[in-house]
């Protein structure tokens, strides 16, 4: 019987290729059904497969890079993974998990190939399921959803100075975690710092910066006890919690995205209780930073930097704080103080935000005295050659939690009718 089938089949594959072939290619899936999956999947020729990234939700005319896809396959197949027209593959090559998205490493610039289809460019990397396994996952940049923060909150769960609370329910009814760590006595604390990320719910590295800063707040050394003996940090990592667990991109967002939501009616329950949450806090708060990745490529996307101010004043801080950091920092991603984006420079302009203000931009005037106000952005793959991933943007975390201590703890500058 077994004879009578391999001949059969064999005679399927002379009298019939196309079909043997069809069957081929079901054993290939690209799909993006999981927590943060984002792929289109366009055409399936033989072992390629054309995708594109989902730009669900985005405002007409705009275009974003973040996809992130599961492949299903036998083992150790090649299938080949193009995107045509637009390259949304990072500086590093993809990103590559084989322990169904926990942890990732790039693949390379090398990887990824440039050619020609029907005359538009097209770039293309080999995918593989590894040998044993039955799926492998490849995305822009490693993925920071809820399952790494449960993972991160689960490591410090003993801890007595990290409560867990709710900020709020998203739109879909999703818990949006609001972090408290470091002095939670508020007789003994000398203020709060506000930290945020994913206004723009693709930008993962930014929330391992976010861990970082925590970790550092929470560690047995003299940096974590300065931090619980005088500050109290509050931190939402997941401002767009829907567009997180649900693979948006979140940037540009129509009608409007989370960083342009600070206005008279947000249409976002995360920010509109953030901003009740600031109403209350009002003059405790001593500094708020909200942490963000840039766009895929070119200058200011290739580096760490403060996003001026448009305030006189609070650039200055800006300047101070990034003077501290650069003389602070330990970790092997290098920040430089001169990478500071003067406001009026490159895209940060008063056009920037004519769809609604910022978060910062909502935080410099709720909190006009606080003594360091910040956007603060993280390139997603490589900063000027170091390369960026979970556990070197959490030292970098670390390392801002370390400069913002400093510089919390130095005199502030005297108002100039003081000055000598
Ligand atoms: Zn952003």
Not at 33 to 48: A, K, S, Y
Not at 107 to 115: C, T
Not at 219 to 232: F, I, P, S, V, Y
Not at 278 to 292: E, F, P, Y
């Amino acid at each position: 019987m077994q004879a009578v089938r391999a001949t059969l089949a064999a005679m399927v594959f002379v009298l019939c290729p196309a079909l043997v072939t069809a069957e081929a290619n079901d054993a290939v899936r690209v799909d993006a059904g999981f927590p943060g999956g984002n792929i289109l999947v366009q055409q399936v020729e033989g072992d390629t497969v054309f995708v594109a990234p989902d730009q669900r939700d985005t405002q007409a005319g705009q275009w974003w890079f973040y996809w992130n896809l599961r492949l299903r396959a036998p083992a150790e197949k090649p299938v080949t993974i193009v995107f045509t027209r637009k390259n949304p593959i990072s500086v590093r090559g993809p990103a590559m998990s084989a322990d169904g998205g926990v942890t990732w490493h790039w693949l390379g610039a090398a990887a990824v190939k440039s050619s020609k289809r029907d005359d538009k460019p097209a770039w293309s990397f080999e995918a593989r399921v590894p040998a044993g396994a039955a799926e492998v996952r490849y995305a822009f940049c490693p993925p920071c959803l809820e399952s790494h923060l449960r993972a991160w909150l689960a490591k410090h769960k003993a801890n007595p100075a990290l409560r867990v609370k709710e900020l709020c329910r998203s739109r879909k009814g999703r818990p949006v975690e609001l972090l408290r760590a470091g002095c939670l006595a508020p007789a003994k604390s000398k203020g709060v710092v506000l930290i945020t990320s994913r206004h723009h719910c693709c930008e993962a590295m930014a929330t391992y910066a976010l861990e970082g800063w925590l970790d550092a707040a929470l560690a047995d050394d003299d940096t974590g006890r300065r931090w619980r003996a005088n500050w109290e940090i509050i931190a939402v990592p997941f401002m767009d919690k829907d567009g997180v667990e649900d693979g948006d991109q979140g940037k540009n967002r129509a009608p409007h995205d989370h960083n342009r939501d600070y206005n008279g009616k947000p249409l976002y329950p995360e920010v509109a209780a953030l901003m009740k949450l600031g109403a209350s806090l009002k003059d405790r708060v001593v500094a708020a930073l909200d942490l963000h990745c840039p766009t895929i490529r070119g200058e200011w996307n290739d580096r760490v930097y403060l996003v001026g101010a448009p305030q006189p004043d609070f650039w200055k801080k800006q300047e101070a704080f990034a003077a501290v950091l650069e003389r602070v920092q330990r970790g092997p991603i290098r920040f430089r103080a001169r990478d500071c984006l003067a406001f009026g420079t490159a895209w940060n302009t008063p056009a920037n935000y004519k769809q609604g203000r910022s978060c910062t931009g909502w935080e410099r005037e709720t909190f006009p005295d606080a003594r360091f106000v910040s956007t603060i952005e993280i390139a997603y793959a490589d900063a000027l050659g170091d390369e960026v991933n979970a556990g070197s943007a959490r030292a970098l975390g670390r390392d801002m939690a370390r400069a913002l201590a400093e510089f919390l703890e130095s005199p502030p500058p005297l108002p100039p009718s003081h000055q000598q």
